[in-house]
């Protein structure tokens, strides 16, 4: 592996800020990403209490029927040492790990916890905290596959009425064998399909949830690194949560109000609003037998009209002692309750999770805590060899492709290959036709209605003839020259499909079944130097 750090074509505006903008950072965030800031943030730490043995069983509990490895173990004891403190990231719980970026934070997540335990010279573990509360099941249930140079989205057909959330929502396994089975058959074969594919077929076998057989796959990946995994939905956790639940209920409406005030502040300087944040809001979700249901404040009640829920404070404070498993945080109470449960040092996440913890402040403080340092993920676009020969042959480079160079270069070459003479000699009978037509009309009085719409009807289908030729000519090029013309299109299916980031919408079996199993480990032994950069790495 080869790698090479490159610039991007399209900036997010957040991001760009947070990494140049001093001003920005210190409105918005309590710690610059930069070493000195991870020792005060330790220090911070230090004076927290954390509810440690519960947490350690909690993880524990949730990982033993996904294996723990004795890396992991290792984590787990480290965990209960005061002076212990954890890097976390976390995705939705996505088919075949849903997109690579769930994967490059996770490869993030694992540097960073690696690189500031040799520097602060204390236990640093890697988290990653699934969100399988999430209930928006559109988001996961789908991966792309290409087709005639195209992505499509694939769909597992299961059809969820109710808003489950990810850890509760089961598929079908016999329908998500024979899903897996067709991703598969799309990939081609090579020297890693039939283990690769039958480990996922287990994996399926194993788990009926998307929570369930996402972290099968990830602990997979990961588990040589001693990755912990959580999932937010987890009962043991919601226990463990439930004093802090009772919190968020006791401040709903001044952590409404801040977070509403700071999101104006944001839109004021020029990034927009993330959540479009309500001051009536309760930022919380209560589980109902009908599915995940928002919670706003009404009449000093806790509400959801459209599903006839109302509770006083007092009965939802009831229900957060009692049955916290009922209640689940949503954007900006998930951040405050991570930070409640596990002594974060630093969170990793992309420029999507940045705009939102950019208006969470002081919503902390209002705890009297503050942020973790915030780290931007990496971001890979991985060239395979097949990718990397097409280059070549087209001369072109990835930030070509990424600039819409390919689509100009394809646009040359099939202007060259077209012969002008066929095309202006169709041109030349259309006009001609046209004039034919033009004395036709002459036959009839301009009070011949009827003969002159007909007339002009007929010269219309004519021309729609030629056009149908044209295009039939142009289409004939494209067959005629497929494999020169197709180079184009596979390389922006490569490297910028559909108009995005490779990581946005191709899932990590694609290379693992070009690459074999030790790419994890290859692309984690790789030296990154910046937080937050866009690398290559040719595989």
């Known amino acids: ?155 597992i057909q299961d059809q969820f009425v109710l808003k489950l959330m990810a850890s509760d929502a089961k598929f079908d396994q016999e329908q998500m064998t024979s899903f897996i089975r067709n991703i598969f058959g799309q990939m081609g074969e090579t020297a890693y399909t039939e283990k690769l594919l039958a480990e996922v077929l287990e994996a399926v076998q194993m788990e009926c949830t998307f929570t369930g057989f996402f972290t099968r796959l990830m602990n997979g990946l990961f588990q040589e690194e001693g990755l912990l995994f959580i999932d937010a939905a987890f009962e043991p956790l919601r226990k463990l949560e439930s004093e802090y639940f009772c919190q968020f209920i006791e401040a709903s409406a001044p952590i409404a109000e801040v977070v509403a005030r700071k999101e104006q502040q944001l839109k004021n300087d020029g990034f927009g609003q993330p959540i479009m944040a309500e001051e009536d809001a309760a930022h919380l979700f209560y589980v109902h037998e009908t599915g995940r249901l928002l919670l706003t404040r009404k009449d000093e009640r806790f509400v959801n009209e459209s599903a006839g829920l109302s509770f006083t404070k007092q009965e939802l404070l009831e229900i957060a002692r009692s049955e916290p498993s009922r209640l689940s945080n949503n954007v900006v109470t998930r951040p405050i309750m991570q930070d409640f449960v596990l002594p974060v040092l630093a969170f990793v996440g992309g420029a999507g999770e940045l705009a939102y913890w950019a ?27 097949k990718t990397e020969k097409r280059l070549r042959e087209t001369s072109l480079s990835v930030q070509d492709v990424m600039t819409g160079q390919a689509e ?116 984690l032994a790789l030296e990154y130097d910046e937080d937050g950069a866009h690398y290559l790495v040719y595989l």
């Open 359 to 385: 208006i969470l402040k002081e919503a902390f403080q209002h705890f009297a805590i503050k942020m973790p340092i915030f780290v931007p993920r990496m971001s890979l676009t991985l060239v395979s060899r």
């Open 1 to 155: 592996m080869i790698v090479k750090k490159m610039e991007v074509p399209v900036q997010n505006r957040i991001a760009t800020a947070y990494k140049e903008n001093e001003a920005f950072l210190h409105k918005y965030f309590d710690y610059p990403n930069e070493q000195n800031a991870y020792a005060e943030r330790l220090k911070e730490l230090a004076t927290r209490n954390f509810k440690r043995e519960e947490l350690i069983n909690a993880i524990r509990s949730f990982m033993t029927p996904f294996g723990i490895s004795a890396k992991s173990e290792k984590h787990l004891q480290e965990l209960q040492q005061e002076q212990a403190v954890t890097v976390v990231g976390g995705q939705q719980a996505g088919i075949l790990t849903g997109p690579l970026y769930s994967v490059h934070k996770a490869i993030t997540v694992i540097l960073k916890a690696k690189e500031q335990r040799e520097k602060l010279g204390t236990p640093v573990i890697p988290v990653f905290w699934i969100a399988g509360e999430d209930h928006d099941l559109n988001e996961i249930n789908h991966v792309y596959t290409e087709s005639n140079g195209q992505m499509v989205k694939t769909q």
């Open 408 to 523: 100009e270069e394809k646009a040359l070459l099939v202007e060259a290959l077209r012969n002008d003479q066929f095309m202006d000699q169709v041109s030349m009978l259309q006009e001609k036709l046209t004039a034919d037509y033009t004395e036709l009309k002459k036959w009839f009085k301009e009070d011949d209605v009827m003969m002159q719409q007909l007339l002009m009807q007929n010269l219309s289908y004519q021309k729609k003839q030629f056009d149908y030729l044209k295009e039939k000519y142009e289409d004939a090029i494209y067959v005629k020259h497929d494999v020169a013309l197709g180079k184009f299109d596979q390389l922006a299916v490569a490297l910028y499909p559909e108009g995005q980031l490779q990581e946005r919408v191709h899932h990590p079996y694609i290379y693992l079944n070009e690459y074999g199993p030790a790419m994890i480990q290859d692309l």
